[in-house]
């Protein structure tokens, strides 16, 4: 795994486009398993991961995909360090943090 100067994972991409919703879900498990199960995760450390250049543009993407790991169970999106609905509306910034008790894979 390419890690950035700071140690964390660098997952090089020449497009946005190119860039598969499955690879976005990869990046966010590949900085969950990279950190002390307590932390967590801010989604545009995951866009950057994916694309230093053009991270803005993967946010919305990396937010979805943050909802569907939520949903199923993998993590929990939090406001404020309170866990929110994945289900519900929110707005400003979030950090993606495992869920108590879950081994994510590659741990």
Do not use: Y
């Not at 979805?64 to 790991?69: D, S, V």
């Amino acid at each position: 795994m390419l890690m950035n100067i700071t140690g964390s994972p660098v997952i090089d991409s020449s497009s946005t486009s190119e860039i598969s919703d499955a690879r976005v879900t990869q990046a966010i498990l590949a900085l969950l398993i990279s950190r002390a199960p307590d932390a967590t995760v801010c989604p545009s450390e995951v866009a950057r991961a994916l694309e230093p250049s053009e991270w803005r543009s993967l946010m919305s993407r990396v937010r979805a995909a943050a909802r569907e790991l939520a949903r199923s169970g993998v993590l929990e999106i939090r406001q404020g360090g309170v866990r929110i609905d994945p289900n519900g509306e929110f707005h400003g910034p979030i950090r993606l943090a495992r869920k108590p008790r879950v081994q994510l894979p590659g741990r």
